[in-house]
């Protein structure tokens, strides 16, 4: 309930960045988890937009010592509860666990690898289209080679916001859900309805990059990332 008050108030100041009347319910984390292959290989996950942990509360029970977890979140308030889950009901899971909260703006990060899921929580509906282009362009980079994007949006909000955007005379966001749509028709692979989620969501996949189409079987490992592909913008991280 606490957390739920906290939530409200940041939707208070900051809805259109915080894009969700309510933290997702567990289901949603769950959902996602399910795609996170444990072959026993160390993985690296990032989450975009994780707010104050509530996909990453059910993220955390299925990694390893070994893998990586790397979080952003542009809200300071959210952050300061990440840190404090991490440091404490978190901690049992991760043990072994590299992680680190990126307290900033996608926009602002540069990271010194790629990972094999990435999971997004940004509210794309709500940014302009340009910043919408460049999200895309830092996913494609992003994503191992034979690794996934995981995003969950609301579901049917894009349709009643491109009308809305249509009929109001917004082509910003008009053109901010075709880009949204333009994506999901290249690169989905499939969805998955969450019924337990106030509004309901939707989770989708998607593989980026030619390879990831190949062959699902032969997903990369955090060091067929670093084996294969050069490091990515290395300087300073944002945390
Ligand atoms: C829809 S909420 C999802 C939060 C959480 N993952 C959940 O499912 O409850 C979107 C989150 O993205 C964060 N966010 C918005 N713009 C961002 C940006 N440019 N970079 C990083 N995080 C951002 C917001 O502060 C918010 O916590």
Redesign the pocket.
């Known amino acids: 309930m606490k957390s739920v008050v906290a ?1 409200l108030k ?1 939707v208070r100041v ?1 809805a259109k ?4 009347l ?3 319910m567990p289901a ?2 769950k959902k996602i988890r399910k795609h996170i292959k444990n072959d026993g290989k160390p993985k690296a996950i990032l ?10 509360a059910q993220i955390v029970q299925v990694l390893k010592p070994g893998d990586r977890l790397e979080l ?4 300071p308030s ?1 952050c300061e509860v990440l840190e404090k889950r991490i440091r404490g009901e978190w901690a049992s899971y991760l043990k072994g666990v590299d992680v680190i909260v ?1 307290s ?6 540069q990271f010194h690898r790629r990972f094999d899921v990435v ?1 997004s ?3 794309l509906i ?2 302009g289209s340009d ?1 919408v282009q460049e ?1 895309y362009f830092q996913f494609q980079r992003l994503v191992c080679d034979g690794g996934q994007l995981l995003s ?1 949006e609301y579901a049917c909000s894009r349709r009643l916001k491109k009308m809305l955007g249509q009929v109001t005379g917004n082509r910003d966001l008009v053109k901010t859900c075709s880009l949204i749509e333009e994506f999901h028709q290249k690169n989905q692979v499939g969805w998955d309805p969450v019924l337990l989620n106030i509004p309901p969501m939707k989770v989708r996949r998607f593989f980026l990059g030619a390879t990831n189409v190949k062959d699902e079987s032969d997903s990369q490992t955090v060091s067929d990332c670093d084996a294969e592909q050069p490091e990515l913008d290395a300087g300073k991280t944002c945390s």
């Not at 900033?104 to 990060?109: A, D, F, M, Q, V």
């Open positions: 939530w940041e900051n960045s915080v894009g969700a309510f933290p997702s949603v984390g989450e975009l937009g994780a707010g104050d942990g509530a996909v990453t952003v979140e542009i809200n959210f990126h900033t703006g996608l926009e602002n990060c999971i929580g940004l509210p709500n940014f910043q999200i969950f």
